[in-house]
């Protein structure tokens, strides 16, 4: 079964450039679209990638995503972090039978 | 718009059921899938399962199996996840989210369901 694993936490100061991992448990995650949500306090979550690298409209382009097969794993990356970028953001993808699969979650801290 | 409206907080008995309902506008209903998504407080996001909302086909995860049934009302636009035998550790929140290709774009509110003695 695939198993999705993110850091618990990471934290960075306003203005600068912080990446999320995501890392896949088995096969190739590069063979997977992956997404990316963002999730706030009390909130639903929302997209912010979708099929690895694709921004939904309305997601400034400081939010980038990319895959890298030799290490079976995806990157969130958030240029200019702004305060308001503080959330939990969770990777997703699918397994072989197109089941749902969420990392356990990153909390950014932006200081 | 595309909203998604959930049905209100419950409260059942352990052993209990509890049926969810997600009430879709601003789209065509059967155009899209309906996945639902829990999150129990303070942990992360558990996906539950998926309809197609024209034919009703259905995907569950595994560890709901046996205790989830995702069904879909096409003359209401509404979808409906009930899940049975409830225990305390199915406390959660769930949300109904749609499909779009891959990406669940638009998500409920979100329902609190609270399991206790």
């Known amino acids: 079964n695939l198993m999705l694993t993110q850091p618990h936490s990471v934290s960075e100061s306003p203005g600068k450039t912080v990446t999320i991992s995501c890392t896949g448990s088995?096969?190739?995650?590069?063979?997977?679209?992956v997404q990316w949500y963002q999730q706030r306090p009390g909130s639903a979550p929302t997209n912010v990638i979708y099929?690895?690298?694709?921004?939904p409209s309305g997601v400034p382009d400081r939010f980038s995503g990319s895959t890298d097969s030799s290490s079976n794993s995806a990157s969130l990356t958030i240029s200019g972090l702004k305060t308001e970028d503080e959330a939990d953001y969770y990777c997703?993808?699918?397994?072989?039978?197109?089941?749902?699969?969420f990392g356990g979650g990153t909390k950014l801290t932006v200081l | 718009q595309v909203q998604l409206v959930q049905s209100g907080a419950e409260v059942k008995k352990p052993g209990a059921s509890v049926k969810v309902s997600c009430k879709a506008s601003?789209?065509?209903?059967?155009?899209?899938?309906i996945s639902w998504v829990r999150q129990a407080p303070g942990q992360g996001l558990e996906w539950v399962g998926w309809?197609?909302?024209?034919?009703?086909?259905?995907n569950y995860a595994q560890k709901f199996q046996d205790r989830v049934t995702l069904t879909t009302d096409t003359s209401t636009g509404t979808a409906y996840m009930e899940l049975r035998s409830l225990k305390s550790d199915d406390t959660a929140v769930y949300y109904c989210?749609?499909?779009?290709?891959?990406?669940?774009?638009?998500w409920g509110q979100g329902t609190l369901v609270t399991v206790s003695s």
């Open positions: 601003g789209y065509t209903f059967t155009s899209h899938g």
């Open positions: 309809i197609s909302a024209d034919k009703g086909h259905t």
């Open positions: 099929e690895d690298k694709k921004r």
């Open positions: 997703q993808s699918y397994d072989i039978r197109n089941r749902g699969v």
């Open positions: 989210a749609r499909l779009s290709v891959l990406t669940w774009d638009y």
């Open positions: 088995s096969g190739s995650l590069a063979s997977n679209y």
